[in-house]
């Protein structure tokens, strides 16, 4: 790849991220192509490249300014320990690092991991793990395909990220234990050029913006007119609902946003107040 100044953002190549971090990069307004296999791509409307590499080589990737920007599950960035800004959590990629154990066997409780092999790529989260709970058991170090070492006899357990479970389950390993929790995370770099900062601040108001779309919902309802006050408290919105006259005089129309989580409840008062007609959209951005 050329080296030219556009700004660049490091993605997972192939895994669980990969198809969510090029959602939202899309979400957030970026055109480009890809296809499996590719290395690299250019958006077409904006002076960005993205790299794809990966996912634990990221957070040295972005601490080296290779690239300005990554998105990587958490765990990985404290594994590393590379120095890194963490820019934003990104709601998608909850997975938990766990140490898992042959289905059948007899590593049944933490105190039984006691002299016992554990497989992982994540020796530090690991290796403090064990010393806090007091645990003295070997770590094997491997890079990938950790799931499959007890099979093979090199290990007893594995300690490697859950997010489905059906990794664990398709070699016939149970969870014993989670060690932490991890979700996607945007980074960056701390050494970007002023030029480049300007670029990723308008980026990052893009990424709030999508995340705010996805934590509201748009909802309209008709309401008596006497029970305004009553919808003004339900549904805030902004600033304040819109309102507007309907034929009925007696009848109003309200417009505005709720938040996902509070919305069976605020739809459940609305009908409590002789609502109807309850109209509800997802948002494609919300900038406040
Ligand atoms: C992780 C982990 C497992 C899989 C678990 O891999 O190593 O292979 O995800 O997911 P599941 O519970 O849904 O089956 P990751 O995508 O991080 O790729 P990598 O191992 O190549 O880094
Ligand atoms: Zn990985």
Known sequence: MELNGNLKI??????????????LLRNMGLEFETYQNRLFTRCRNL?????FIRDDDIPEYVQDSVADLGIVGRNVLDECGAKVQQLSSLDFGYCSLAIAVPEQGDITSLDTLNGKRIATSYPNILGKFLSEKDIKAEMIILQGCVEIAPAL??????????STGSTLRTNRLKELETVSQSQAVLIGSPTSSEKKKDLIKRLLLRVEGVQEAKAFKYIMFNLPK?????????????????????ADLEMIAVHSVVEEERFWEVVEKIKECGGSGILVSPIEKFIR
Do not use: H, N, W
């Not at 490091?10 to 959602?23: C, H, K, N, Y």
């Not at 002076?47 to 790299?51: A, F, K």
């Not at 006899?153 to 859950?162: K, P, R, S, T």
């Open 47 to 51: 002076p960005i490249d993205i790299l």
């Open 153 to 162: 006899q090199v290990a007893d357990a594995i300690c490697d990220l859950v």
């Open 226 to 246: 006497k029970k305004l006050d009553d919808a003004k408290a339900l549904v805030p919105g902004c600033d304040s609902p819109t309102v507007m006259p309907l």
């Open 10 to 23: 490091a993605v997972q190549r192939s895994g669980r991220l990969s198809e969510r971090s090029l959602d």
